[in-house]
């Protein structure tokens, strides 16, 4: 075994079972506190947990927890793919409170009287619970329902149940983290786990690059993103340096791909969402410099 596998090695794996007890500990203390607030103003919420932590491509010491409170007394939707005479039946229910925004300002105000400073409310998006020596940073996101309705290939009324979150910014964003997180376990079992070794390693090797002032910090999904586009023969070698030989698969499929100009229609993890829309925080310029460095960091010509 080569000391870069050895490297490869230690980055593969998750949280330790300390960061995971704080992250444990930080979902328990969200819902608590919701829950309250939510009992108090008589609306049903749920939740889902997301990001690393929920579909387990956490890296140990960068292990914060993502959590949407959904709104659960109606949701939005977006039938205008549809021909009108599809859309009638699919008004969802107008007893409505809290809409938009306001769902966000009320339970902020909430959670702010709960933890003081603790709470930063200052985010568009995210309300965060902040790190502190019993638990991790936590990420509230409130969050509704959002049905988007479409034609599939057979011409039957088809939808994509998501979750929009109204920022307080005005902008609104769509996710899945439902299909995320499917999608996810099923490529981890077709690459014999080898899918979420790969992203924990990219994004131990982002953070290395950012330390050392050779790439701008890029959002922990886009690993997971990038990792997820590479076929699943490129993960599970069997020689002697198993991580060493997919790593220098995936990142030169990457990168070459990018190249080459086939990785325009490349979906997120989802498969829903285009993975380089301009909306987004990073680009395939972003994506191809990335797979470059990590090139020359590790030496992987030579690997």
Sequence with gaps: MTDLEKKLQSYKGPSSSTEQDKQDRAERMVRAAVDAWAKEQEVPVSYTVKGSYANNTNVRADSDVDIAVVHGAFHYFDN???????????????????????????????????????????????????????????????????????????????????????????????????????????????????????????????????????????????????????????????????????????????????KNGRASNWLEPNEIKPLFASSNKWTAADAQNLMLQIWILLDLENA
């Design 80 to 258: 205008s793919a549809l021909r009108d005479e599809d859309k009638a039946p699919r008004n969802p229910p107008t007893m409505r409170r809290f809409e938009g925004a306001n769902f966000r300002r009320n339970l902020q105000s909430s959670l702010k009287d709960k933890f003081g400073d603790a709470c930063d409310i200052t985010g568009s998006t995210a309300i965060e619970l902040m790190e502190n020596s019993g638990r991790v940073s936590a990420d509230i996101v409130p969050s509704y329902t959002h049905i988007t309705y479409y034609y599939d290939s057979l011409g039957r009324v088809a939808q994509h149940n998501g979750q929009i979150v109204y920022k307080l910014d005005g902008s609104t964003v769509i996710n899945y983290p439902n299909q995320q997180k499917a999608n996810g376990i099923a490529k981890n079992i077709a690459t014999g786990t080898r899918y979420k070794q790969l992203v924990r390693i990219l994004k131990r090797l982002e953070n290395d690059l950012v330390a050392a002032d050779v790439i701008e910090p890029l959002p922990s999904y886009f690993m997971e993103c990038l990792g997820y586009r590479a076929p699943d023969k490129y993960f599970g070698d069997a020689s002697s340096n198993p991580l060493t030989a997919d790593l220098k698969a995936v990142t030169g499929y990457i990168y070459n791909e990018i």
